[in-house]
């Protein structure tokens, strides 16, 4: 019988000790931890998941500034606002995407490391190619603490990545791959061809792709483990990576969809804001 890997337990762990720092701040510096986030535009999805930012943070006592620009917004528009809130704030999010004549890359490194909660910059990111990393971007970061909530066992074992973003596989394939893991680890894309032939030896199958159903039962190795964290719209419906249909007791686990790895996103950035500030 298969373990459904729900994200709920999760996150409560997460923000449990996150809430635990925030207290100690709050004590130290007689003020909560301030998390500054920017949208640029009136993305529906964008604006979505930063009201969920937002709720965690009153949640947590985290004071939450959110700066609304208009999609029109410069580019020296957008640098100007990013070095205004630097000495204001404890942590920075610009959320992504941001609209085609903004510089994605160039905005991203305007933020300090040490505010950097999303762990987007490049020297954050190149960390992660050290033993020195602090920051994880949240998504990455929320299927490590899956797994580790989970005793899911990644030593030996064949990992397959759908999705070569960076939010997700990049930092993913070198963390999993690394002496804490021991894990075997190999990332598969839209120009990979015969994708069964990696998916059905993998040990754990981590599915990034944001296509509905993409990956059915004849993808998926028995007594594998799946984790789906892929998200599409279709007629205003909302779907994984993975189709369901037939898996009973043909997994060993798998994390559902909805109530998976979402729900530890946003409590993996907040506590990428804990480990910043502490």
């Known amino acids: 019988m298969e373990i459904i890997l729900y994200g709920k337990p999760v996150a409560e762990e ?30 529906p999805a964008s604006l979505l998941y930063v009201s969920r930012k937002e ?19 410069s580019q020296n528009d957008l640098d100007s606002q990013i070095k205004e809130i630097i000495k204001e704030s404890d942590g920075i999010i ?23 909660v999303d762990g987007l910059t490049a020297l954050n990111l190149g960390n992660l190619y050290s033993d020195n990393y602090k920051i994880i971007p949240a998504t990455s970061l929320a299927i490590l603490e899956l797994i580790k909530y989970y005793n899911i066992d990644t030593n ?28 075997n680890v190999s990332v598969i894309h839209s120009r990979t061809t015969n994708q069964k032939s990696f998916t059905l030896n993998a040990d754990i199958f981590i599915s990034a792709i944001g296509k509905p159903k993409n990956y059915d039962i004849s993808f998926l190795k028995e007594n594998s483990v799946v984790i789906d964290i892929g998200i599409s719209s279709v007629d205003s419906q909302t779907y994984g990576d993975i189709d369901t249909s037939n898996l009973e007791n043909h997994l060993l686990s798998r994390s559902p969809y909805p109530g998976g790895v979402g729900p530890i996103t946003v409590s993996a950035l907040y506590s990428n804001l804990a480990k910043l500030i502490s």
Do not use: C
Request: charged share 30%.
């Open 14 to 43: 997460l923000d449990k000790n996150s809430k635990k720092v925030f207290d100690e701040f709050k004590s130290s510096n007689k003020r909560n931890p301030k998390l500054t986030a920017i949208t640029v535009g009136e993305d």
């Open 55 to 73: 709720e965690k943070a009153n949640d947590l006592g985290v004071e939450f500034n959110w700066i609304k620009l208009p999609e029109k917004t």
């Open 156 to 183: 030996d074992k064949n990992i397959v990545i759908a999705g070569r973003s960076r939010l997700v596989s990049s930092p993913l394939a070198k963390i999993l791959s690394s002496k804490k893991y021991n894990a």
């Open 94 to 116: 610009v959320q992504l995407p941001l609209p085609r004549h903004i510089h994605a890359e160039q905005t991203i490194n305007m933020i300090p490391n040490n505010l950097d």
